[in-house]
């Protein structure tokens, strides 16, 4: 039987899940950080400057930022790795990364950038301090290889970081749920001109590994120690794998 993956609820083939994801992220790449900020109120940007936080990036560190699509991490981690540091922008999606280019210059920022796919990075073993994927890894077609990858690359001493959605305390769930399922779309039909990718968004959610799980899945690429933080109980989590 042929290998097969979820795009939201459907059962596809990988080529296929990564053919889709690649049509989402094109058609939403220009509206991307305005629905981010309308769908979360905000919110992902306190998620993310958390991430950084938690990450220990400072002065002089190396970092790879997987998916990191419009650029909102590799600004903050430049920021803390300073002149002597190095922060590398990656994402599979050409027109993610175009976004995030100009948006980094627009802020004075310039980083090198790396069009790649997450599951066969172009780098050598541990070659970076900190290596982070932050609302990425639920559109990967095969989890367990790039959380490999990131294990892969991340040098002794050094962490992984997954900022993602996650599962929501179980009182809160069917108001999430009705969230979820009925605004979205229409705010994605509203602004971006895109039902169906933001009914996509809601399903993903829901067959990505809950917190525990993908805890498992960390441990089992070869993460030493992996902790995790709930944030906004649960909505979105912040997994944390150090390498010794």
């Known amino acids: 039987m042929s290998e097969r993956t979820h795009f939201g609820y459907e059962e596809v083939s990988p080529d296929e899940k990564t053919r889709r994801v690649r049509g989402v992220f094109e058609s939403v790449a220009t509206k991307y950080d305005l629905m981010n900020d309308l769908m979360s109120g905000g919110l ?3 998620w993310k400057r958390f991430a950084v936080a938690l990450s220990g990036v400072r002065e002089g560190s190396h970092v790879l930022d997987l998916a990191g699509g419009t650029g909102d991490l590799a600004r903050l981690y430049a920021k803390a790795a300073g002149a002597s540091g190095m922060v590398v922008l990656t994402d599979i999606n050409g027109a993610m990364l175009a976004e995030g280019r100009d948006k980094l210059l627009d802020a004075g920022v310039a980083l090198p950038i790396v069009q790649c796919n997450a599951e066969a990075l172009p780098f050598a073993d541990r070659r970076f301090d ?3 994927i932050a609302f990425g890894l ?7 290889v790039a959380l490999a990858e990131m294990r892969r690359v991340t040098r002794p001493g050094g962490l992984a970081l997954v900022l993602e959605f996650s599962k929501i305390a179980a009182p809160l769930a069917p ?3 009705w969230y979820s399922f009925n605004v979205l779309p229409k705010l994605g039909k509203l602004v971006a001109g895109d039902e169906a990718s933001y009914r996509y968004l809601a399903e993903s959610i829901r067959m990505h590994p809950d917190q525990p799980a993908l805890q498992q899945m960390m441990r089992d690429a070869g993460f030493d120690r992996v902790d995790y933080y709930n944030l906004a109980a649960g909505v979105v989590a912040v997994h944390v794998g150090r390498v010794h």
């Open 175 to 177: 108001a999430y749920d």
């Open 44 to 46: 992902h940007r306190a």
């Open 138 to 144: 639920r559109n990967v077609t095969r989890k367990e």
């Open 130 to 132: 900190c290596v982070s």
